[in-house]
């Protein structure tokens, strides 16, 4: 899955929660970026999203996008809010 160091081509961004009656899936238009981090076999990626963003988004366990023309999903690993009050999402692709 070569992505390119950093691309931000893509503002729909689809999320999953697991609740107490099963999963929710819900959407948000965003302004990301992403990056890939080549410390992984397969390689894992960094989701970078700005705010504004819902406060759910950082509880999500998978995420599905669109970067570089390709619907990519995956399951998120890590999330990190940032001082700026942006959101990293470590993403291992499914």
Avoid at 24 to 50: M, N, Y
Wanted: aromatic residues 6%.
């Amino acid at each position: 899955m070569p992505l390119s160091p950093a691309a931000a081509d893509s503002t729909h961004l689809d999320y999953g929660l697991d609740t107490l009656f099963g999963r929710e899936t819900k959407s948000v238009d965003c302004q990301f970026d992403v990056k890939r981090l080549d410390d992984g076999e397969p390689p894992w990626f960094a989701l970078h999203i700005r705010p504004p963003l819902p406060e759910d988004l950082e509880k999500a366990q998978i995420v599905v996008f669109t970067a570089e023309g390709r619907r990519i999903s995956g399951i998120v690993r890590r999330a990190e809010r940032l001082a700026d009050d942006s959101l990293q999402l470590d993403v291992e692709p499914d």
